[in-house]
T-cell receptor
Framework: NAGVMQNPRHLVRRRGQEARLRCSPMKGHSHVYWYRQLPEEGLKFMVYLQKENIIDESGMPKERFSAEFPKEGPSILRIQQVVRGDSAAYFC????????????FGDGTRLSIL | AQSVTQLGSHVSVSEGALVLLRCNYSSSVPPYLFWYVQYPNQGLQLLLKYTTGATLVKGINGFEAEFKKSETSFHLTKPSAHMSDAAEYFCAVGNSGGGADGLTFGKGTHLIIQP
């Protein structure tokens, strides 16, 4: 049973480039969540998606950030024109449903901006 | 709106001693509560959860937590610490009111085990 798979594990980008982070949920899970973790901080919710739908993006920065979860393939978190402040660990989680269903986390993508 | 406060960014205990990690929450609806553990360079692993029913919840690795509504607390305990328990622990609250369900996390407590 594969868990939540995220790739790449580490990503280095220069300022102004684009970053694409991928997340494949656990088998059978149709709910995907993205979180950002800054050093010495807890995880901050960014966006919640179901297949082909964004359910809640209240935690997403208004500009440069977007997320999708297509009918086929992994969920993608896309950051355009990256800046130094985007350096963080980005975690994806998936669940069977919302509410009391626990979220299962991937190992994260550590994004470094040069 | 929801929030989580974890008292103590670092907690140090001796091997074999009681572990107590504190978590207080605020929520406008009955909360779902979770404890996660994070080892270096890894994702979060679910330790235990409270949704409804029994307020004392048992999790993996000998951990348990008690939901106290009157104190808005969900403290995590383990009777006897082991060296392998050294990690970062996060308390989180979820929304039982339906709709969006991004978890709200505390800032974490780094558990240090002294030999």
């Amino acid at each position: 049973n594969a868990g939540v798979m995220q790739n790449p594990r580490h990503l280095v980008r220069r300022r102004g480039q684009e970053a694409r982070l991928r997340c494949s949920p656990m088998k059978g899970h149709s709910h995907v969540y993205w979180y950002r973790q800054l050093p010495e901080e807890g995880l901050k919710f960014m966006v919640y998606l179901q297949k082909e739908n964004i359910i809640d993006e209240s935690g997403m920065p208004k500009e440069r950030f977007s997320a999708e979860f297509p009918k086929e393939g992994p969920s993608i978190l896309r950051i355009q024109q990256v800046v130094r402040g985007d350096s963080a660990a980005y975690f994806c989680a998936s669940s069977l449903g919302n509410g009391n269903q626990p979220q299962h986390f991937g190992d994260g993508t550590r994004l470094s901006i040069l | 709106a929801q929030s989580v406060t974890q008292l103590g960014s670092h907690v140090s205990v001796s091997e074999g001693a009681l572990v107590l990690l504190r978590c207080n929450y605020s929520s406008s609806v009955p909360p779902y509560l979770f404890w996660y553990v994070q080892y270096p360079n890894q994702g979060l692993q679910l330790l235990l959860k409270y949704t409804t029913g029994a307020t004392l919840v048992k999790g993996i690795n000998g951990f348990e937590a008690e939901f106290k509504k009157s104190e808005t607390s969900f403290h995590l305990t383990k009777p006897s610490a082991h060296m392998s328990d050294a990690a970062e622990y996060f308390c989180a609250v979820g929304n039982s009111g339906g709709g969006a369900d991004g978890l709200t996390f505390g800032k974490g407590t780094h558990l240090i085990i002294q030999p």
